[in-house]
């Protein structure tokens, strides 16, 4: 069975600070990872996932099989990043993703 | 139409009641999933339609509960008999192909059953 686990339901931060926001998982074998957001009256939306490796609105997120974790980080939080992250897993030959229950990020002005 | 659209947005029904929800994909999409989240918890699989062909329903939680989807294009899922437990959002999201795991998701269905 596969399992996201994200640790914090909520997350306050000030502007200009670091964030992080942790997932966990639990598969047996490669899973892809992605992080998915929603901001305040809008719909749930891709934010990148990890084969990509790509930097998305200054985020990112490195898969740490080992820690079996993928964790989404920013150097610098804006007033604009506050909004709900999930963390999403997709199993080999599985098109469904299995979510997290999420993070509700609070960006402090 | 540019996104993906759900109706209604907003569901209130007396338990016992059916209730239907229907989900308009972005034209072209061929991959069509139902999610549906509860107060509290993430997003809880139902089932997955290539064209019109269900090959994943592993997701939903009772005989009560079953979805359709004709011309590879609207959808519809049918909860009968409606019990408290069913209040939720339920969440339509599409792809251009399955695999690809860029869902466009709907607003979503607030189903609340009293």
């Known amino acids: 069975a596969q399992r996201v686990t994200q640790p914090e339901k909520l997350l306050s931060v000030f502007k200009g600070a670091p964030v992080e926001l942790k997932c966990n998982y639990s598969?047996?074998?490669?899973?892809?990872l992605f992080w998915y957001v929603q901001y305040s009256r809008q719909r749930l939306q891709l934010l990148l996932r990890?084969?990509s490796r790509e930097s998305i609105k200054g985020f990112t997120a490195d898969l740490n099989k080992g820690e079996t974790s993928f964790h989404l980080k920013k150097p610098f939080a804006q007033e604009e990043d506050s909004a709900m992250y999930y963390c999403?897993?997709?199993?080999?030959?599985?098109?469904?993703?299995?979510f997290g229950k999420g993070t509700k990020l609070s960006v402090i002005p | 139409g540019a996104g993906v659209s759900q109706s209604p947005s907003n569901k209130v029904t007396e338990k016992g009641k059916d209730v239907e929800l229907r989900c308009d994909p972005i034209?072209?999409?061929?991959?069509l999933y139902w999610y549906r989240q509860s107060l509290g918890q993430g997003l809880e699989f139902l089932i997955y339609f290539q064209g019109n062909s269900a090959p994943d329903k592993s997701g939903l939680p009772s005989d009560r509960f079953s979805a359709e989807r004709t011309g590879g294009s609207v959808s519809t899922l049918t909860i009968q008999r409606t019990q408290q437990e069913d209040s939720a959002v339920y969440l339509c999201?599409?792809?251009?192909?399955?695999?690809?795991?860029?869902?466009?998701f709907g607003s979503g269905t607030r189903l609340t059953v009293v």
């Open positions: 999201a599409t792809e251009g192909r399955a695999g690809l795991y860029g869902y466009t």
């Open positions: 999403a897993l997709a199993g080999a030959g599985s098109y469904q993703l299995t």
């Open positions: 598969y047996s074998g490669s899973p892809e």
């Open positions: 034209s072209g999409h061929t991959a």
């Open positions: 990890h084969i």
